[in-house]
């Protein structure tokens, strides 16, 4: 992803969580760092136990910090945890594949975009028939002059002065 999402402060995520871990062990085991709002631990759909990582959300950033600092690192049920700040919950969606609003959230923009590019269709149009007339225009005014051309040549040969002209001027 191009863009850097921007790191929640105060959720925590928690890696290397054992299987017996869950989340009344996970809320133990953080809140000496300070009141913990909410923990969850995502499960496997196809085996329904956590996949070996959970989130805790501290209520405020300093006790996120302080138990970060602390736990990083640490042992719990024979596992090595890690423990970093969150990203936001990334869902399915939106047109870089995966976004953190749903698809529909930028449903306003594309109607823009869609209008704009209906707008950009339609001055191009605009001016594929502008230069499609221009060159049109160009094509009668060159045909004009080769006619107008021919007709000079035609009146030279009828007029026997312009002829007496054309020869003297041939001479020099």
Avoid: C
């Avoid at 300070?34 to 196809?46: E, F, H, I, R, Y």
């Avoid at 209520?59 to 719990?76: C, I, P, R, V």
């Avoid at 001016?127 to 051309?149: S, W």
């Amino acid at each position: 992803m191009g863009a850097q999402l921007p790191v929640q402060k105060n959720t925590l995520y928690v890696g290397g969580l054992a299987e017996e871990v869950n989340e009344s062990i996970l809320h133990a085991t953080f809140i000496p760092f300070g009141d913990v709002k909410d923990v969850k631990t995502p499960l496997d759909q196809a085996t329904q136990k956590h996949r070996s990582f959970g989130f805790v959300t501290f209520l405020e950033k300093e006790d996120a910090a302080s138990a970060m600092d602390n736990m990083d690192g640490a042992e719990l049920y024979g596992r090595v945890l890690t423990v970093n700040y969150a990203l936001p919950e990334r869902i399915k969606g939106g047109e870089q594949g995966w976004a953190a609003q749903p698809i529909w959230a930028d449903a306003d923009t594309w109607f823009e975009r869609q209008q704009q590019e209906e707008e950009m269709q339609r001055i191009q149009a605009e001016n594929r028939a502008t230069m499609q007339a221009a060159e049109e225009l160009h094509r009668k005014k060159m045909a004009e002059e080769r006619e107008g051309e021919k007709e000079e040549e035609a009146n030279i040969k009828d007029d026997p002065m312009a002829m007496a002209e054309a020869e003297v001027l041939n001479q020099n």
